[in-house]
């Protein structure tokens, strides 16, 4: 389920990705600007936010099986359409939202809800190793499309694209894509009392949608992975051609973004291993420092080939764990009673970030010539994105008794049906 989780989530990221690698050849042929075409990537990003909590809400009901293999069908034969768009940006929006809607039903959201519901000692770090699924479509996908685009041209790189994504996720979500609810119905099949036997207690537990919003830890977690989310978009878009810019050529522009993925996985995998052991916020502190930090040094020096090496290792810290993050502190902060529901509103919160700061950046070169003042506002939207999560107090405890719940805390505003209404605690919540 993991190594399926890796190469779905992935999906929905190599549009993306590799958008930045098209920037070039379309502006060139079409004459579009690079504001136009972060529009794509606004269109695919703000349809999948708005979309994930609907998405959540069908995975919680139907499973993630159902769901996965039509949306993984539907968003490749979308990218490989992209080959046909002509010298209007709008067929290019028109098909990148078909893309996105095709997206909806493969986002991170399916992938994630099945593995986080079948683990549960060490959920962090399977997240974590399922969410490289983002940094392996991200290295690949970029040299994929560059090598395509120079030795063929850019429309044979999208069916490129098309086709590494179906081949590489479609197989293994037929063979082993089940999350806890499809196993429970293969389960009923045989037997009721099987059924029972292997439904999870944590399924059953957690905060109702309407419970969560009533937390202001849910709008801390929301206002903090919108931002971040923003600048980790505009830094995947626009890192290639911010290099090119300064005078590096694509291929090598191309391989810093790839070691930037390839950096993002150790990242991941690290973070997801700490995650188990260390307090969430502080890892998320830790994360979204060291692109402040790659920001001030792109602002600052001339960029030569190793300056533009080591700014791909520093951003990809924070694309090795923003997913991580948000997934992990989904589960731990509000269980699993409405998980997909809670994830998928907190999932397009984050992609309405994607959707836009990165046209915002690319208007910002657009006025001023250069990324300099939209890397002041990619390094604010990091250094804001880590203080905020660091006000969201203690894991509260849904009966598993991994974490005492706070004596003061946000979930003590959740209505009273949570604690009973004689002030006692509720079967629901103690459950197990």
């Not at 939202?97 to 994630?112: N, Y």
Request: charged share 10%; aromatic share 10%; net charge positive.
């Amino acid at each position: 389920m993991v190594v399926t989780g890796i190469m779905g989530v992935g999906l929905s990221a190599a549009p993306i990705y590799s958008l930045g690698a098209f920037m070039v050849p379309l502006s060139t042929e079409f004459g579009w600007t690079r504001t136009q075409l972060s529009f794509g990537a606004t269109a695919l990003s703000l349809t999948m936010g708005l979309g994930a909590p609907v998405i959540g809400r069908i995975v919680d009901r139907w499973g993630a099986r159902r769901v996965g293999l039509i949306g993984t069908m539907l968003a490749c034969l979308a990218v490989a359409c992209l080959s046909l768009i002509d010298r209007s940006i709008v067929s290019f929006w028109v098909l990148y939202e078909l893309v996105a809607i095709g997206g909806l039903a493969c986002s991170p959201v399916v992938w994630t809800i099945a593995v986080a519901t079948r683990f549960e000692k060490s959920r962090g770090l399977a997240l974590s190793i399922a969410l490289c699924g983002t940094n392996v479509a991200g290295a690949v996908s970029v040299l994929l499309v560059t090598t395509l685009i120079r030795q063929l041209d850019w429309r044979h790189a999208y069916i490129g694209l098309g086709l590494y994504m179906f081949l590489s996720a479609f197989p293994l979500a037929l063979a082993f894509l089940y999350d806890a609810s499809d196993l429970d119905k293969r389960a009923a099949v045989k037997s009721s009392t099987a059924a029972r036997m292997t439904q999870p207690a944590a399924a059953k537990q957690g905060l109702t949608f309407g419970e969560a919003l009533r937390t202001s830890i849910f709008w801390l977690i929301a206002l903090s992975f919108l931002l971040a989310s923003g600048a980790i978009v505009s830094v995947i878009t626009h890192f290639v051609p911010l290099l090119t810019d300064r005078g590096l050529t694509p291929m090598i522009a191309a391989s810093a973004a790839s070691t930037m993925f390839i950096a993002a996985l150790v990242g991941r995998i690290g973070s997801g291993f700490l995650l188990d052991r260390v307090f969430a916020p502080r890892i998320a502190a830790a994360t979204f420092a060291p692109p402040v930090i790659a920001c001030i040094g792109l602002l600052l020096f001339r960029t030569n080939e190793a300056g533009a090496f080591l700014a791909a290792l520093l951003f990809g810290c924070a694309l090795g764990a923003e997913f991580n993050l948000v997934s992990y502190l989904t589960a731990r902060y509000f269980g699993f009673a409405s998980y997909g529901l809670i994830y998928g509103t907190l999932f397009g919160c984050f992609a309405a970030g994607a959707g836009i700061l990165p046209p915002a950046v690319g208007a910002m070169y657009q006025a001023y010539g250069d990324y300099r003042v939209a890397l002041m506002v990619v390094a604010g939207s990091f250094f804001l994105s880590a203080a905020l999560v660091q006000f969201l107090g203690p894991y509260p405890d849904f009966g598993g008794g991994e974490q005492a719940k706070p004596s003061v805390s946000p979930l003590s505003r959740a209505p009273k049906r949570i604690l009973g209404a004689n002030g006692a605690p509720a079967e629901r919540i103690t459950h197990g």
